[in-house]
């Protein structure tokens, strides 16, 4: 009998640039990383999907508007659809809200400028594929690094996401505190990372994939990885 | 036939307008400082083989719900068609 390793797709779209920072997260955590193509129909069998960040399409129209209706976009949604774990990054959380996978849109920051540092995301729930293996309450240093990663949502959605904890991440002070200063985007109620009702898909403006190895910074995108895996690898012998 | 359609996209009132931010700050340096209220928004053009307007304006209004626009953040106007009957 072997120990299966959980295998990771992480779609590339024109335009992607971090789908190999991604595909070296989940290897460096010890799962097999999958390349997938967005003009493909085919997710090869992996257990979890990344949909990484970059500026897919040239973010042409809006960001992630013209990937959410590629090609792949049908089979993850099918994926979706029966429960495996979907992760958006960034440009992947664009996409995922582009789609109608997840709730809310993001548009430009509200300080108008570009933002590239590091963040503490406080874990809101650990009813997902990203946060299992993490505690609600929890704080993980991650980098964010985007123009337009403001979350917004219509006052129906909005309701709909904290009465239902749909939050996955909140912008937070090192100590865990929710603050404006703490909010590097404008983002309402400081909002980093939601996900869908059934809490399978799940997306966020920090990237993860850039902080897991201690040699170029913070390592908070460990337990987001070690949990995907895990969650990946229940899914493939469930 | 072919006609030609128009769609105005622009953000919800409320949602910050960079680019319409931009435009207003750069007017003073231009001699114009009693500009306020500015916002830009995405036009687009296009053509549509229909075998009546009708048709082709509701093809136009589903396009412009499903991609052109993204109905959390903006608002659309499908503009009156200028029928063009050009060479196909």
């Known amino acids: 009998m072997t120990i299966s390793t959980p295998r990771v797709g992480v779609i590339t779209f024109p335009g992607s640039l971090d789908d190999r920072d ?4 989940v290897e460096t955590m010890g799962g097999e990383g999958v390349a997938l193509w967005h003009a ?9 999907v990344v949909l990484p960040g970059g500026f897919s399409y040239g973010d042409y129209l809006r960001c992630g508007a013209i990937a959410g209706h590629a090609p792949i976009l049908d089979d993850v949604r099918s994926f979706a659809e029966r429960g495996g774990p979907v992760l958006g990054i960034c440009n992947g959380f664009q996409i995922l809200c582009e789609a109608g996978l997840l709730p809310g849109a993001l548009i430009r920051n509200a300080s108008l ?24 309450g929890e704080v993980v240093q991650i980098p964010v690094k985007h123009g337009e990663g403001q979350y917004v949502a219509t006052a129906e959605q909005l309701r709909r996401i904290e009465d239902e904890g749909l939050v996955v991440f909140r912008y937070v002070e090192a ?28 997306g966020l403006m920090p990237h993860p994939e850039h902080a897991v190895d201690p040699d170029v910074g913070p390592t908070g995108g460990q337990p987001l990885f070690a949990s995907l895996l895990t969650s990946a690898l229940a899914g493939a012998s469930a | ?22 435009v207003e700050a750069s007017l003073p ?37 499903r991609l052109l626009s993204n ?3 903006e608002d659309f106007r499908v503009l009156e068609p200028a029928e063009a009957e050009g060479p196909a």
């Open chain 1, 22 to 25: 991604a595909l070296r997260a």
């Open chain 1, 40 to 48: 493909d129909h085919d997710l090869r069998g992996v257990d979890a």
């Open chain 1, 113 to 136: 400028r570009f933002v590239c540092v590091d963040v503490f995301c406080r874990v809101e729930t650990s009813q997902t594929p990203v946060t299992s293996e993490l505690v609600a």
């Open chain 1, 175 to 202: 100590g865990g505190d929710v603050s404006e200063s703490a909010n590097p985007n404008g983002s309402v109620d400081n909002i980093a990372g939601v996900c869908n009702g059934a809490g399978n898909v799940v």
């Open chain 2, 1 to 22: 036939m072919r006609c030609t359609f128009e769609v105005l996209v622009t953000l919800k009132p409320g949602l910050a307008d960079p680019q319409g931010k931009a």
């Open chain 2, 29 to 65: 340096a231009i001699g114009f400082s009693n500009v306020s209220d500015v916002h830009v928004g995405r036009h687009v053009r296009l053509d549509v083989e229909a075998p009546t307007e009708g048709e082709a304006r509701d093809q136009v209004e589903e396009i412009a719900r």
């Open chain 2, 71 to 73: 109905p959390v953040i």
